[in-house]
């Protein structure tokens, strides 16, 4: 058998009901009536109590006090009547409206108000006066007036509460959106830094390893020269890194110039300084038709893809050929990186690797809309010229530069026209 559980009445209901029988008790002992009639018996209290006992289920069971509080009120009217049931059963009619269920607060006033107009109606014709109006007036005070109240204000409440609910969620949204926009800022920070540090760090570690391994003055000091070199650039790097992460909105630190494409000589330079003594040669294949500088995104990612392509090369290639190819269509920008791989890699293969480059890299990409791909290319290693132990290692990214092909075509538009013209002209 399932057992309900009946909600606990509410102190202040109980408070109300209280108060509202010591008061009628109070206006039947000093013959305060609503009705002057031959006198007041004691069962004419009993409309009084019933609905003193509905307030305290005025918030726990609305329905069911309203439900008995309209026959207390309907054995009130042939009594002499009392002013505190007519109050407490206004109350219920309220408390019905506000605290009822939805469907409930949406009806009662209708329904009241139609139960007003019959009222009214039916007074004036059983009077066969229009004094009998007034007898509408009080119903409308004592049903319709109560029930319009208790629905406007419950509309009020519902209103902030969907208020209150909307601003709650729009701050789990705003936290939301800040932990993933830290988030963000933390993966564009750590790709970043090894890009940037990275690459002089892995040539620190090859000419280092280089001087300790052999016993030969020249071959030392070239790759400590090397390391000098590499440790001065890193450390500048690190301090403007460390320069714009102290200033709070980065407008105390000195704005660093993003590289572009028209930087890649200067870095295929850097890249054959540090591979002193590795047998590596590095080349630039720019097919590029236009050759128009890409959008300032585009080439920076560009950019950052070849750089850490190098820095792989350096710490992975086998002796061989580092080309670099750069080709473009009307929408998007073709970086290509091949070098040799194999069994000749020697000492540089000793070195850590913790697969970062190739994370940074395939979401430089993917932030542009881009593919990128590495990987051992099919077909034979031109740059050595050996089949066997040796293959191709491939680095390629495609990037779409929409604004570049979007104003390459409004170019080529306005040629075409002023073509036409041109052509009509001479016509």
């Known amino acids: 058998m399932r057992t309900v559980a009946i909600p606990r009445p509410h102190r202040d209901d109980v408070l109300i009901g209280a108060a509202g029988l010591c008061g009628g008790l109070l206006l039947w002992a000093v013959g305060a009536h609503t009705r002057s009639g031959p006198g007041a018996p004691a069962w004419a209290l009993l409309p009084l109590v019933v609905t003193a006992m509905c307030e305290p289920l005025r918030r726990t069971a609305p329905r069911t006090a309203l439900s008995v509080g309209v026959p207390a009120l309907i054995g009130d009217a ?59 007036v009080a119903a409308g005070l004592v049903l319709f007036a109560p029930a319009a109240t208790g629905s406007l204000v419950r509309t009020h409440r519902d209103a902030a509460d969907a208020a209150v609910l909307r601003a709650e969620q729009t701050s789990l949204l705003a936290e939301a959106d800040r932990a993933q926009a830290v988030a963000a800022e933390r993966i564009r920070m750590a790709r970043e830094l090894h890009d940037l540090i990275a690459n002089h760090l892995s040539a620190i570690a090859i000419h280092s390893t280089a001087a300790l391994s052999l016993n030969d003055a020249v071959t030392s000091r070239e790759a400590l020269a090397v390391i000098r070199e590499n440790s ?8 403007r890194l460390i320069e714009i992460l102290r200033s709070a909105d980065g407008k105390d630190a000195e704005p660093a110039a993003a590289p572009s494409l028209d930087a890649l000589d200067a870095l295929l330079d850097h890249a054959r300084r540090n591979g002193t003594g590795a047998e590596l040669r590095f080349t630039l294949d720019d097919r590029r038709t236009a050759r128009r500088a890409p959008s300032a995104p585009v080439g920076l990612a560009a950019y950052r893809i070849v750089q850490e392509s190098l820095a792989n090369a350096l710490k992975y290639a086998a002796p061989g050929e580092v080309r670099v190819v750069l080709a473009d269509t009307d929408a998007a920008l073709s970086v290509r990186v091949d070098s040799v791989y194999g069994a000749e890699r020697g000492a540089r293969d000793r070195l850590p690797g913790s697969g970062q480059g190739l994370v940074g890299m395939a979401e430089r990409a993917a932030l542009l809309g881009g593919t990128f791909e590495a990987g051992p290319a099919a077909g034979r290693d031109r740059q050595s010229g050996r089949d066997g132990d040796t293959g191709l290692w ?22 075409a026209g002023a073509d036409r013209r041109d052509g009509s002209a001479r016509r």
Do not use: K
């Open 78 to 136: 042939f009594t002499v009547g009392s002013i505190a049931t007519v109050l407490m059963f206004t109350d219920l009619v309220y408390a019905a409206a506000l605290y009822g269920p939805s469907s409930v607060g949406r009806r009662l006033p209708r329904v009241t108000a139609l139960a007003t107009v019959t009222v009214a109606i039916g007074s004036v014709a059983w009077l066969s006066s229009v004094n009998g109006m007034l007898l509408g």
């Open 232 to 239: 001065v650039e890193g450390l500048a790097e690190m301090r």
């Open 394 to 415: 491939r680095v390629r990214a495609v990037l779409p530069d929409h604004a570049d092909g979007s104003a390459r075509r409004r170019g080529r538009a306005r040629q």
